[in-house]
Each structure stands twice: as C-alpha cells, then as structure tokens.
C-alpha cells in the first residue's frame, strides 16, 4: 500500500530550465509535506516543506505547491543547475504537534544536462 | 556541528547472524528514528525512540528492535538476519520540530550473505 507515490522514476532537465517534480499521496490523514534529496552515498537532506494549511511555499530557487482537492504536490526548480542532480524524495507526516514519522516515495532522479 | 553519526558505514553478514547498527543525532535533538531503504526504493519506518522508549513502530517484525540511552544515542539490532535485510539503514534525528523536518545521517550499508 504505497501511500506517497512518485510516478515518474527520472527526469532530465537542460541546465537553466525548470524541473518539476511530482508527488501524490493518498492517505487524507497527512497534514504536512517535504521534499528531500538525496545524493548517492548521503543520507536524505531537508529541501523545502509545507503544511497542508497552505497551497504554496518558496525558498530560493526552490518552491512547493501543494492540492490538497486531488492529493498532489510537486516540487519547481528555477532555474535547474548541475549541482541540482539527485534523487529527490517526497515524503508526508500525519500529525501535528510532536515529532512523527515520515512516509516516502519512492524517489525520482533528476538529471540536469549542461 | 556533527549532525548525524552512524556506525559502521558498512557491513557485510551472514544469514541468520544478528548486527547491532548505532547512531549518535544531532547536538540538541533528542528524538530518533530509524528507517529501512531498500535498492530502488524509499526509506521505510522502522520506529521512532523518544525518552529512551520506543514511541511508534512501522510495519517490521519483532527482529527489529532498538534502544536509546540517556545521551539520546540510540541502537538498531536486526536478528535472525535474512537476505532480505540487505539494505541502507538511515537513523535520523530531530526535536519535535517538523518545520525542518528531520536530519539524516548518511546510513549504514548492511549485506547479508
């Protein structure tokens, strides 16, 4: 039962583009989201989150948008660099307050070409 | 700032053996999960220690178990290992903050063989 799914395995985006990645979950009972990356023999790094109170949130380069009607956030680099090629990780909590656990994607790896 | 520490890096056992994985969290964390990453996969819940007990499980056998001390270190043992256990073991640690989500460490690489 994969509750956070990332559908596209890959992406390759020419440096300087956008770079769009997409998450959906299924589960009503998550109420915040993040985005992490992850870099081959690296643990995850915190990238960018969102409560559910919210349908947007910038940081940098880096934005969340988040449709909580059709269960889906995806994640905008402007514009994509080099250094931008991971794997990236979508994942979601589902309680407030004290530390909880998060559930991941499977993952999607992005490749910015020069 | 050391933040996450895990030990060893990698590992390689046999089938039926028992490893103990350990991990020292972020300066000023005090909460510790652990997770379970397989090949082409996302990282999976194992269970979260908090105050030195175990706060919330994932969907893992009793194999699985773990411990955190007094400085907020914390252990994973895995027995009775099965190939399927070959995995990258992620600790993380956090502080009851979620805005930030949590910090991971860079994972212990368990062959079994």
């Known amino acids: 039962d994969q509750q956070v799914k990332q559908n596209s395995p890959s992406l390759s985006v020419q440096e300087g583009r956008i770079s769009i990645l997409n998450c959906d979950y299924t589960?009503?009972?998550?109420?915040?989201f993040l985005w992490y990356k992850k870099y081959p023999a690296e643990g995850p790094t915190f990238l960018i989150s969102?409560?559910?109170?919210?349908d947007k949130n910038e940081d940098g380069r880096f934005t969340v948008f988040l449709n909580k009607s059709a269960k889906h956030l995806s994640l905008h680099i402007v514009p994509s660099q080099p250094g931008d090629s991971a794997v990236y990780f979508c994942?979601?909590?589902?309680?407030?307050?004290?530390?909880?656990?998060?559930?991941f994607g499977t993952g999607t790896r992005l490749q910015v070409t020069l | 700032d050391a933040g996450v520490t895990q030990s060893p890096t990698h590992l390689i056992k046999t089938r039926g053996q028992q490893v103990t994985l350990r991990c020292s969290p972020k300066?000023?964390?005090?909460?510790v999960s652990w997770y379970q990453q397989a090949l082409g996969q996302g990282p999976q819940f194992i269970f979260q220690?908090?105050?030195?007990?175990?706060?919330q499980r994932g969907n893992f056998p009793d194999r699985f178990s773990g411990h955190q001390f007094p400085n907020y270190s914390s252990e994973l043992n895995v027995n009775a290992l099965l190939l399927g256990d070959s995995a990258l073991y992620l600790c993380?640690?956090?502080?009851?903050?979620?805005?930030?989500?949590?910090?991971f460490g860079s994972g212990t690489r368990l062959t079994v063989v």
């Open positions: 994942a979601a909590m589902g309680r407030s307050g004290t530390a909880s656990k998060l559930t």
């Open positions: 969102i409560s559910s109170i919210k």
């Open positions: 220690y908090y105050e030195e007990e175990e706060r």
């Open positions: 589960n009503s009972m998550f109420d915040y």
């Open positions: 300066s000023g964390h005090d909460t």
């Open positions: 993380a640690s956090s502080f009851a903050d979620r805005e930030h989500g949590y910090t």
